[in-house]
């Protein structure tokens, strides 16, 4: 009994890091999520799973089992999983890819954790999210870019299009692609949390508006390579990092990163790396810095005694 009861807490662990990568704690949502990764070939939501399972060990056996008991040291290790998967694009040289990345994860995540905790920068509470998947997985895939092969995403027209793109958001967060995976993930989202998903959907229907009307054409916004990063950046702050917040700042901050995505994801595509989540990760540490450094300066001004003039002398 003490087996199974290990082994299904070790289940829980993976499918909680797998559902970190939307900011949700909730292993039934993990396992959402493996299907829709894993709807078009299974064997990507077993790299993927993989993933989160090899950095989840890693960092039980370094930082014991207090530091993975939600899942945050899982999601880097799947999305480097996801990504291996993507490039590769065969099972056996993926999941030897995602292994040694995945453990790769947890020594960056604990640096890039005391750099962001440190005296300079604590003040703006700046989240280590998805920075160790860009970092390792950009090293990674840089260093064996003769064996990496473009992925193909599913494109349309018209309205048919532009319902596709606000799914192929979704799903591209963990560079899947499709409808299904798409409804699969927003299925997901819910049942993380009505908030989560809700949000979700505003980053979605933001990007596509904001893409439209800069004339990118409904074929490239359906490829939902464009919004991703802005899903990811208003669940952030709209339903998880701002929740201290009233509704209109997180809202205001939803619809401020996700159209910051828009303009960082071009810019990031001419460099010679992977674009991955950096206009997420960038946009959000943006957005974050700029609303903690004005909150700051109010602070010290209305902590600032008001000098009162001197008496007049007669």
């Given at each position: ?127 280590v999210a998805t ?54 993930i927003l299925a ?30 409904v074929a490239h ?94």
């Amino acid at each position: 009994m003490a087996s199974v009861r290990r082994l299904g807490e070790l289940v829980g662990v993976l499918l909680r890091g797998v559902s970190q990568i939307f900011f949700i704690d909730n292993p039934w949502a993990g396992g959402l999520l493996l299907v829709g990764m894993g709807w078009v070939h299974p064997w990507v939501a077993l790299v993927v799973a993989t993933g989160a399972l090899g950095q989840t060990v890693g960092a039980w056996a370094l930082l014991g089992k207090d530091a993975v008991r939600t899942g945050m040291m899982g999601y880097n290790g799947a999305l480097v999983g996801a990504a291996a998967a993507a490039a590769l694009g065969a099972p056996l040289p993926a999941l030897l890819m995602t292994v040694v990345g995945a453990l790769a994860c947890v020594p960056v995540h604990a640096i890039l954790q005391r750099v962001l905790g440190c005296r300079a920068l604590e003040w703006v509470r700046l989240p280590v999210a998805t920075a160790p998947f860009c970092l390792v997985a950009g090293v990674l895939f840089d260093l064996v870019l003769p064996l990496v092969h473009p992925g193909t995403t599913s494109t349309g027209e018209g309205a048919a299009g532009a319902v596709l793109g606000a799914f192929n958001n979704f799903s591209e967060v963990v560079l899947a692609d499709g409808l299904v995976p798409g409804l699969l993930i927003l299925a997901a989202l819910f049942v993380g949390g009505v908030r989560t998903g809700l949000f979700g959907v505003l980053g979605s229907l933001v990007a596509l508006a904001g893409a439209l009307l800069v004339g990118d054409g409904v074929a490239h916004v359906s490829s939902g390579l464009l919004g991703y990063s802005a899903v990811l950046v208003a669940i952030a702050l709209g339903a998880v990092l701002w929740n201290d917040k009233p509704l209109w700042a997180r809202l205001t901050g939803a619809v401020v990163g996700a159209a910051l995505t828009l303009a960082l994801q071009p810019l990031l595509a001419l460099l010679p790396l992977p674009v991955y989540t950096w206009p997420f990760l960038l946009s959000l540490w943006l957005v974050m810095l700029v609303v903690a450094a004005v909150t700051r300066t109010r602070r010290a001004g209305a902590d600032t005694p008001m000098r009162t003039a001197p008496a007049p002398t007669q």
